[in-house]
C-alpha cells in the first residue's frame, strides 16, 4: 500500500479520534480493499513523529496509545482560546493520587497512616470518579480493605505510558531542593505545573511518615476538597488533542 496513504489515514484517525488510539485500533481502520499491517502503522507513526519534530503539535504515546496534541512550548498562547479555569485540586487529593501511583496497590488505612490525618471519602470518590485510580484486590487482612492503583487514563492524562515513566523519588527530591534554592521569578507557577503533572504531591510519597502541614491544616483541606472540586473543576476532556478543540489548559504551563 502506499505509504503516504497510510501516513494520511493514520493522521486524520488520531485527529478525529478525540482520544489516543492503540495501533491495533489504527489498523482497523483499513477496510480489506486496502487493508494496512501493523508494521507499516509503526512506519506511519515514526514518519509522523519525525515531521512534526519542528512544528506547533507533536505525536506521543500514552498508555492507551498514540495521540497528537499540543507541544508544550506553544500551549500557552493555545490555551487562550479556552476560556474555563483550569482544574484545581487541593494538595490533599494530589498526595492521595501520588501515594497510590508510587506505592500501588495501597489500601486507604496505608494512605491515612502515611500523611497522617484520615482521608476524606470526597477524595477517593473524586478519584474514583475520574477513572484515575480503581479497585484491583482486596488485602488479605481482617476486613478485606481494599487495594488502589492507577489506571491507564491516569497514564494518559498525565502523559505517560507507563509507571516506569514516573520520576524516580529521588529525582523529585532534588527538582524541590534545586526550585527552593534557586527561588527564579515564576517559580511559584512552575511549582503549581508540577503539583497539577504527573507527579502531584510526590513529597508523600517520598517521605513515609506525615508531610510537613500539620494535622489540622489537613484536615482543613480535606474539608474544604468537595466543595473546591465542584467549584473550580472543569469538564474532563482529553487534554492536549487537537482534534476537536480538546484539552485541559492546566497542564499546558510551559516549565
Known amino acids: 500500500m502506499n505509504e503516504r496513504y497510510v501516513k494520511n489515514v493514520v493522521e486524520a484517525a488520531l485527529l478525529a479520534a478525540g482520544r489516543p488510539l492503540a495501533v491495533d485500533e489504527l489498523v482497523a481502520v483499513f477496510d480489506d480493499r486496502d487493508g494496512s499491517t501493523p508494521e507499516e502503522v509503526l512506519t506511519a507513526l515514526a514518519a509522523l513523529r519525525a515531521e512534526y519534530a519542528d512544528r506547533g503539535i507533536e505525536l506521543v504515546e500514552v498508555g492507551s496509545g498514540h495521540r497528537i496534541q499540543i507541544r508544550a512550548t506553544v ?43 484520615a482521608v476524606n471519602p470526597n477524595i477517593i470518590k473524586t478519584l474514583l470518579e475520574r477513572n484515575w485510580i480503581r479497585v484491583v484486590g482486596h488485602r488479605d487482612v481482617p476486613g478485606k480493605p481494599e487495594l488502589l492503583g492507577s489506571t ?66 489537613e484536615e482543613d483541606d480535606d474539608a474544604d476538597d468537595s466543595a473546591s472540586q465542584a467549584d473550580d473543576e472543569m469538564p474532563d476532556q482529553p487534554q492536549g488533542l487537537v482534534a476537536r478543540g480538546a484539552g485541559d489548559p492546566s497542564r499546558w504551563e510551559p516549565v
Open 75 to 117: 500551549a500557552l498562547p493555545v490555551s487562550r482560546l479556552w476560556q474555563e479555569r483550569p482544574a484545581k485540586y487541593s494538595r490533599a487529593l494530589l498526595e492521595t493520587l501520588a501515594l497510590v501511583a508510587y506505592r500501588q496497590p495501597i489500601t486507604r488505612g496505608e494512605i491515612e497512616q502515611i500523611r497522617g490525618v
Open 152 to 217: 491507564r487514563e491516569f497514564l494518559d492524562y498525565f502523559g505517560l505510558k507507563k509507571l516506569d515513566d514516573l520520576p524516580t523519588l529521588a529525582q523529585l527530591k532534588e527538582l524541590e531542593e534545586m526550585r527552593v534554592q534557586l527561588a527564579l521569578p515564576g517559580a511559584e507557577a512552575v511549582m503549581a505545573h508540577t503539583d497539577a503533572g504527573a507527579v502531584p504531591g510526590a513529597d508523600a510519597a517520598v517521605n513515609a511518615g506525615p508531610v510537613g502541614a500539620t494535622v489540622a491544616e
